[in-house]
């Protein structure tokens, strides 16, 4: 009788402890669906189009983990400021800053669009230009920003003012930029004429060839106020190439005694 409730208990306290161990596995199963659940629905999957930084996300949906910078995914938008509208007669020139907020990233060709308009509001003119800007090329570089100009637009009517935009932008990263050097040598300002004659030579510095360079000049006063503005251009400057231009610029006859000569600027830009 003993030897048969042992047995008894013996199978009850089996039959307890596998029923035990099927119950435990069981909890742990839905336990870890319930959790697997809970973070599908609570927690949104991270990905690079959630419009939420995560992950190891370096800003919203951009950095190494999304095969994008951030920077090139936010790319800022090329702004200018300091428009000036030159008049001599019925022809115009006009010059204007343009800054490049992108550090890594530049236009090797993009067009821009200045618009003439009245005091009334009317159209009076609409002139289309070409240039390029390196990555960073802006006011607070070493360099300073970009000074765009165009000379000798015949505008009829009174220019109240100017807006400027931009099209052909196709931004491309530092790597795509070959540094072009240039240097600016003996510059000199004279008067011939009607016009005031900026002058120099230009020396390429690099090994290759430069198929294009654009020479900005800005005549001032002593306070340093513009008082007219030119371009000249030059092609396919050789390597270590040293050429001489001229750029000439026409002025108001009231404000031709107010220019110093010594405070003459001339910007040169290569052209890819």
Known sequence: FKLGLFCFIIKTMSRALKQLLYGGVLILIIAGAAVWIYRGSIFIAPTCSDGIQNQTEEGIDCGAICGISCEQKYLKELSYSNPQVFRLGDFASVYFDLDNPNQ???LKNFK???DFYSSTGKLLKS???????????????KSGNKKIIEAGLRVIGDIKSVKISFSNINWEPSSEFRSMKLENQNMKTSKEGDFFIISGAIKNLVSFTVPQVVINAFLKDASG???????NELSQLLPFEEREYKVSVAIEKDSEPSVDFSSTEAFIYPIY
Request: glycine share 14%.
């Open 225 to 231: 106020k513009i008082l007219g503005v030119s371009k």
């Open 127 to 141: 002139i289309e230009g070409q240039s390029f800007i390196y990555p960073g090329q802006n006011k607070d570089s």
């Open 104 to 106: 890594n990233f530049g």
């Open 112 to 114: 821009y669009t200045m």
